[in-house]
């Protein structure tokens, strides 16, 4: 096997400076491995490190030891622990994509401006990528009016679908999705999964946090449990 | 002026001591070695006020010899009063004879022209001149233009024919227009009509321009580029005399002074004075004219 | 295991850039830093506003540095764009003579080459990039100017786009900008930066003066064109929030030492240096 990830012997830990030098073990020694085309979902109660392990992924947390053997479109390998800055950046730009459970973007831009922007960054014409945007956004049910209004101002679960619009309109190549169907109708649900579905089978690698049995049913290929940091079984869904 | 003949046999001949002198000949040399370039020098105190063509005179004071012919002109005429006080101070101090002939003069100080007649190799031209530094009205600091200058970082004086173009539809600098020596300084030529500015240009004779007050002197020397500032699309001109003569002579093809004779009339004269007796006599000296662009 | 690869196709890179004022011994820098909490060096006074400054910024790229007053980010960036002199240290442009000269160590004029056609600035202070007694549109002349435009229509063409482009009225070209609101001023002021296309923008706290509606425009603009233009940025701010809507990545300063260094999001969601956990955690 050729795997896309190769995660070996990652902990992590958060030493808090101001809180007394207060020390959190967040992972230990988490080690696994993911086929390209797979879909993997991280399963375990709240704090027992899902997000965490996702978000030393994304290298918005850094690994305090261990190594996240990356492999690239090109066919390289990048070790996500240690990669550069700008060798992240460029990932995050064309192959690994983040989609939290929160929407977090930038204030004043409108809906369909937020999801077509993950298309312009890979380059592309602006009306092309807005009509891909919006076409997504109709697809997940997002009313009309509100492709052009701020996401800020929308309900969770309009938000939501934003935000997976905007994971997938690029089509990466490695997902990582934190709760995609936390607060969304059975029906958007359904078409959400679908939408991710159809990514792997476009040979996209995804990442799964969902505490949705129905998703997770649906979605995973095989399960990770994790509990107080550790990886305590691995199922072949 | 000097009071008694005893007196003035006192003097150094051409006023000005030869330590002086010679030190001001050095700084005429620098300057000629690096065109349009500002040296600095000793300014003596001289018998009228700074201001009132001491640079002028300290110039042709120092390089003045006997056996040259001196004429002095003020905005193109002979006969006006600096001119006239002046020349006789000169003639005094050195017993030099004078002229009012462009042609015959070895050497001329001017005030605000240069004569329309060519002149020749054999001919040395000091202009007197108020503010010698071009950068001065977009940048207020000397130790500011001295940088500028030395690094040739002339932004700010292009921004300000920009904007002069953009505020009047015409680079306004009536007199003193900017031009660069050489390909490298920018410099003043002294409050001249822009009708004189291409005459400077690859012309035979050597320019000394000396500022007394801000004890300054830069020279163009004979056969040197001097290029007004212009733009690709907005060009440098002279003034336009369009289908005016003479009033005087009949005479053409001269920078004019406008004269009002009353508050409806008016006629123009040929503002050079021995250019205009000349063309009064019939005879056309040597010129060289501009042609504006199209 | 990715040294190679990473050591090619960077835009700028800065080494060891160092900035003291007054005598500097050669313990100042030694003495100076965050472990000191002071940048005065102990034994001569000597002020360290700058020292140990590395990094690479890649083309396309924005980079954040924070910190607070006195921490020398301001400085970090007038260093770079020559409006101080560097103590010591190496600074190369890819865009310029192959990257094989640096930067500090060019004539005079060649940094103002440099400086017209490879970079931009924008100032807190308006007045320190808009020469306010020239028009706006003579402020980017300037830029073009010396970059070798001498074609009043073509010059007036181009500012006009750029004000365009930056929400600037055209009517108000032959104004000058002490006529102008603040953050019409800031506006100018990118128009100016931006004129000659350049590579590499420096944004010195653009936002710190204007009022909160105003700084969001302003914020949006800047955002947008950096994505049109792919132009790459230092982004200066003691504000995070400017620094997290911007960058893609941040330097933190303290004492006049990069303290730490990381994806935006990193630093703000996982800082390791104690500062920079104390600077996050104060975060509205």
Redesign the interface.
Known sequence: MNPILDVRNVSKHFHLHIQNQKHIAALTDVSFQMAEGEILGLTGKSGSGKSSLMKCLYRTYLASSGEMHFRTEAGSVVDLVTAREHEIIRLRQTEIVYCSQFLSVIPRVPAADVVAEALLRRGGDRAEALERAKELLDRLGLPRELWDAFPATFSGGEQQRVNVARAIIAAPRFLLVDEPTASLDLKTKDVVIDLFLAQKARGSSIVLITHDAHTLARMCDRRLHLEFGRVTEAVTA | MIATRKFEHTYNFAFIDERTKREIRRKILKAIAIPGYQVPYSSPEMPIARGWGTGGLHASLSIIGPDDVFKIIDQGSDASVNACNLRDFVRRMTSCRTTFDTAEATLIQTRHRKPEEILTERQIIVFQVPQPEPLRSVERYEFKTRIMHAEADYAKMWVALYESYVKFGAIMNGAGYPVRVNGRYIMTPSPIPRWDVPNLSMAPCLHVFSAGREKRLHCVPPFTRVEPLEFEDVKFRVEEFREIVCAASGGDRAFMDEIYESESTRKFVINDSDFLDKVRLGQRPPQRLFQNPV | ???Q??DTG?LLRVRNLTKIYGEPIATSVQYTGPRFNSNICPETDAIVACAEINF?L?PG?VLGIVGESGSGKSTLIQLLYFDQVATAGEVYLSALDEAQTNLLTL???RK?HARNTLMGMVYQNPRDGL?F???A???I??KL??AGS???????ERAAYLLGKTEVPVARM?HTPSTFSGGMQQRVQISKAIANNPPLLFLDEVTSGLDVSVQ?RVL?LI?QLQ?ELGVSMIVVSHDLAVIR?LT??TMVMKNGRIVE???T??IL??P???YT??LV?SLL
Do not use: K, P, T
């Open positions: 295991m990715n040294c690869d990473s960077w690479d890649y790229e004539s005079n004029q103002r020469n007694g020239f028009s549109g003579g402020n002349a300037e100017l010396m001498f074609h009043v229509g073509r010059i007036r032959d969001a949006d955002r994505r809507m893609d990545r260094s990381g994806l999001d990193q969601q996982d390791q240096h104690a956990q104390l955690s």
